[in-house]
């Protein structure tokens, strides 16, 4: 199978640079944020937004995990890396590599809705744009048009790169 890079370790390095400062100009007035990554690779995701927002933003930054099962979410219990209500009337920003069907995030934002935050925010590395569920992100790295058959392939790791398979 073919594959084409579509963003490379420097382009990548650059949205999430852009993505960090929006995040930041969104929350400006908050003293802490809740920074939530979709595991695994909306975890790696959320540590480089982190990393960034450490640098210059003033809020005090709460980096966690949430794991779901993405294909049947309903079949296994949602488990967080914190206290759950911990987050209530706070901002969270959830945040995962790829937004395809929206299904990951739906059920991942239902899940932290119930905690009732002050606002939630949604992260992606890439948008497909392929929704099933009523979904979007607030913030986006690259939005992509591509045919259901093909495949995103994000790789996080030495040389950080988007594939289009």
């Not at 690779?41 to 990393?51: D, H, N, P, Y």
């Not at 709460?62 to 309903?74: R, V």
């Not at 790829?98 to 899940?111: C, D, Q, R, S």
Request: charged fraction near 25%; include cysteine.
């Amino acid at each position: 199978m073919k594959k084409s890079l579509i963003l490379n370790h420097k382009q990548i390095s650059r949205k999430i640079k852009r993505i960090a400062l929006q995040v930041q100009e969104n929350n400006f007035e908050e003293p802490e944020i809740y920074m939530i990554g979709v595991m695994p690779k909306g975890k790696v995701l959320a540590e480089r937004l982190f990393a960034e927002l450490e640098k210059n933003c003033t809020a005090k930054i709460h980096l966690q995990t949430l794991t779901l099962d993405k294909d049947a979410p309903l079949q296994k219990e949602i488990t967080c890396s914190f206290p759950v209500g911990d987050i209530k009337n706070k901002p969270v920003v959830l945040v995962d590599d790829v937004l395809n069907t929206g299904k990951t995030l739906v059920y991942a934002a239902g899940f932290l809705l119930q905690s009732e935050p002050k606002t939630l925010q949604t992260v992606t590395l890439v948008d497909r744009r392929h929704r099933k569920f009523p979904v979007r992100a607030d913030f986006v790295g690259l939005t992509l048009a591509t045919t259901l058959q093909e495949h995103i392939e994000v790789a996080f790791g030495k040389e950080d790169a988007v594939w289009l398979k």
